[in-house]
């Protein structure tokens, strides 16, 4: 209180008068406890997102219109720049906005002024649909029809924020047989009630710029090539890096929010206001689950091989790292070389090939090591995960040291690259399954290149120590 009663609340400030102040008390007071019981009989917020269905809403008063005008600044607006943020003040309400928010605020205002008044095209109002967070299922579309045509299935309980939306867009609304037919300027948009429990089951997308990523896979799923999927996964996993490094803690990483831009196939990441709270490392799964339910979780690139002599000197590279980093260890029993790695076909791959979280540029090696329980192993060495394949656990031993030149490592900055990963199977005899291990080896021809305390044979050109 000082010229006058200030209500400041996160970044809003309310100027009142007196009177304004007292009316806006006693409605406070008057609700609170109504509210408060519904809090106690159970009420949860965000259980019902976008309904509005009147059978989901309960006003507890309604005072309108209010006895007493507003006092100060009526009719103000204003914007300024002070030491704290920028201020914009739209008649009794002051907002406050870091420079992040405030240049977003002014790009939205910007793209309202320039699309007003202005023809939507049916992509873009199907675009609308899911950027209102109201899921849908895209049943069929026809551009070629005067007017444009679209089918879509949502639940029932987006009924009700779907005509809203409709409503705003200036679109005339009826029914027949059940389905709600919204009419706008030369396109026609119907709508029909459905489970709808996989929403991103889209058997068309629309041909807008902008799409949503999740649509736009789900549709291209058998028509999507290598180098575009692992491109697109590129771009994700960049972002999750500028998150996660705190270049850019704003991004949104719900995987539901990104969009593409078709024409350059950039994928588009929207931005919060606030900072990124949640955890990466579950919204990264959540996208690596949905690209495993549609088959596109492990997709390679095509790969160019390296002539024989470049062969030659990897694989001399990789025997020394293993000799001096692996060999060394004295949990290390056997070493063996697996499928593809016993044969020269190392190759670099024309785009980054992306697989869980790890951004491989060329062929890598596979190896197995029987451990000797007897010594600890080193720490650096990254446990993933149990196989049941090969009846041991698969670990990340580091990369080696031999550099593939790519342009995309300076493009997309903030990912990790390996030039040939190392992967390693460990078997613990104590909890692994040896009979499971031994037919995996055998069944993939796999070659021992190590054995503790062996001499090493002179014939095989691999073994090492």
């Known amino acids: 209180m000082g010229e006058n009663i200030h ?26 406890p109504a509210v408060k019981n519904k809090i106690g009989q159970g009420y949860m917020d965000g259980v019902l997102p976008n309904t509005n269905e009147s059978n989901t809403l309960t006003t507890i008063a309604l005072d309108a219109p209010l006895k007493h005008p507003v006092k100060y600044n009526a009719n103000r607006v204003s914007i300024e720049e002070n030491l704290d943020g920028y201020h914009i003040h739209f008649r009794n309400y002051k907002l406050l906005f870091d420079k992040r928010s405030f240049d977003n605020i002014l790009q939205a205002m910007n793209d309202v002024v320039e699309r007003r008044g202005s023809q939507r095209s049916l992509d873009e109002v199907l675009h609308l649909i899911g950027y209102n ?51 706008g ?64 803690p704003y991004i949104n990483l719900d995987f539901r929010s990104f969009l593409l831009d078709r024409a350059n ?16 490392n579950q919204d990264y799964a959540k996208f690596s ?33 293993i000799l001096e980093n692996v060999a060394t260890h004295p949990c290390v029993n056997k070493i063996y070389l697996l499928g593809s790695s016993t044969k020269n076909n190392l190759g670099k791959y024309e785009v980054p090939f992306i697989h869980f979280d790890w951004a491989k540029l060329a062929s890598d090696f596979d190896i197995l090591l029987e451990i000797d329980e007897s010594h600890p192993i080193p720490e650096h060495w990254e446990k993933k995960f149990f196989t049941d394949y090969s009846g041991s656990y698969y670990y990340h031993l580091g990369d080696v040291p031999h550099q593939v030149a790519s342009p995309y490592t300076a493009q997309y900055s903030h990912i990790k690259y390996f030039n ?35 001499l090493p044979p002179q014939k095989k050109k691999r073994k090492i120590g």
């Open 7 to 32: 209500i400041h609340y996160r970044d809003l400030r309310i100027e009142l008068s007196v009177p304004e102040f007292l009316e806006f008390a006693e409605a406070f007071e008057r609700c609170a």
């Open 133 to 183: 967070d109201l899921e849908y299922r895209l049943i069929e579309t026809n551009r070629n029809a005067s007017p444009n045509t679209a089918l879509v299935e949502i639940e029932n309980k987006y009924l009700g924020k779907i005509k809203q939306m409709f409503k705003a867009l200036t679109f005339t609304s009826a029914e027949d047989a059940g389905v709600h037919i919204f009419k």
């Open 185 to 248: 300027s030369d396109m026609e948009i119907r709508v029909r009630i459905g489970s709808n429990k996989n929403s991103g089951a889209a058997i068309s997308i629309p041909a807008a710029p902008f799409v949503l990523l999740a649509d736009y896979l789900t549709a291209m799923k058998s028509a999507i090539t290598p180098k575009e999927i692992n491109l697109l996964r590129l771009q994700v996993l960049d972002a999750f890096g500028m998150v996660r490094s705190g270049e850019n």
């Open 265 to 280: 196939q950039r994928v588009i990441f929207q931005n919060s206001t606030s900072r990124y709270n949640g955890d990466s």
């Open 289 to 321: 689950n949905f690209l495993h339910n549609i088959g596109l979780f492990f997709v390679k690139p095509l790969k160019t091989l390296f002539d024989e002599q470049e062969c030659d000197t990897i694989n001399a590279t990789f025997n020394k790292y």
């Open 420 to 454: 040939h990963l190392i992967e390693a199977y460990l078997f613990f005899p104590s909890n692994c399954n040896a009979e499971v291990k031994d037919k995996y080896l055998s069944g993939i021809k796999a070659e021992l290149i190590y054995e503790k305390g062996a």
